[in-house]
């Protein structure tokens, strides 16, 4: 069956980068009628859709207008993964992140990763 | 953004008895071409990421217990548990999918 397995730190200090891999088995991150997307969760914001990845012959990326300007989200197709990277953290982006698979609806999360952001 | 907004905030149910939660939302979800809702639910219990239910508004994800129903119209939906259990307690989540950016409703924390 299809898994998700993240990692990455659980700390990262204020004006620093945020980054997070999600490893993908049972599915290929090239394939053409699914999309790759990372969400995060926290008290204040509940669940908040941050972007995602797919690749339609060629490879597209979308982004929350939130975070528009500090978010990347890549593909890794030697290693089946996709990636995370958010630059110029605050305590704001405190939260538990998550990155699953949108095929309809998300039918696929990882196991979750709370980043803290504090010095 | 399509805000979905849930009631109630919270929920209490005997076990055995009927749970139903409400998802409004901003407007319309309907995927024309298909003729089919992008709404989906989720449940959520703590520690864990949340786990899909229902999708298209009322179909069931595979693995779902059939106690558990979607249904609505328009801009209103519903998630029915019609028998409730002990391992149903959790928080659960409706989604719109029909256009980015992606939302959620609040949630609904379900207790016994």
């Known amino acids: 069956q299809v898994q998700l397995q993240q990692s990455g730190p659980g700390l990262v200090k204020p004006s620093q980068t945020l980054s997070l891999t999600c490893a993908i088995s049972?599915?290929?991150?090239?394939?053409?009628?699914?999309?790759w997307n990372w969400i995060r969760q926290s008290p204040s914001r509940g669940l908040e859709w941050l972007g995602r990845?797919?690749?339609?012959?060629?490879?597209?990326?979308d982004y929350a207008v939130s975070v528009k300007s500090r978010i990347t989200i890549n593909a890794d197709t030697s290693n089946n993964q996709f990636s995370l990277q958010l630059d110029s953290v605050t305590p704001e982006d405190t939260a538990v992140y998550y990155c699953?698979?949108?095929?309809?609806?998300?039918?696929?999360w990882g196991q979750g990763t709370l980043v803290t952001v504090s010095s | 953004d399509i805000v979905m907004t849930q009631s109630p905030d919270s929920l209490a149910v005997s076990l055995g008895e009927r749970a139903t939660i409400n998802c409004e939302s901003s407007?319309?979800?309907?995927?024309?071409?298909?003729?089919?809702?992008?709404l989906a639910w989720y449940q959520q219990k703590p520690g864990q990421p949340p786990k899909l239910l229902i999708y298209?508004?009322?179909t069931r994800e595979s693995g779902v217990p059939d106690r558990f129903s979607g249904s609505g119209s328009g801009t209103t939906f519903s998630l029915t548990i019609s028998s409730l259990q002990a391992e149903d307690v959790a928080v659960y989540y409706c989604?719109?999918?029909?256009?980015?950016?992606?939302?959620f409703g609040q949630g609904t924390k379900l207790e016994i």
């Open positions: 407007q319309s979800v309907l995927q024309s071409s298909q003729n089919k809702y992008c």
């Open positions: 049972g599915d290929s991150v090239s394939g053409n009628s699914v999309t």
């Open positions: 298209w508004a009322s």
């Open positions: 699953t698979r949108q095929k309809g609806a998300f039918d696929i």
């Open positions: 990845t797919y690749y339609r012959s060629k490879w597209y990326s």
């Open positions: 989604h719109q999918y029909y256009n980015l950016p992606h939302t």
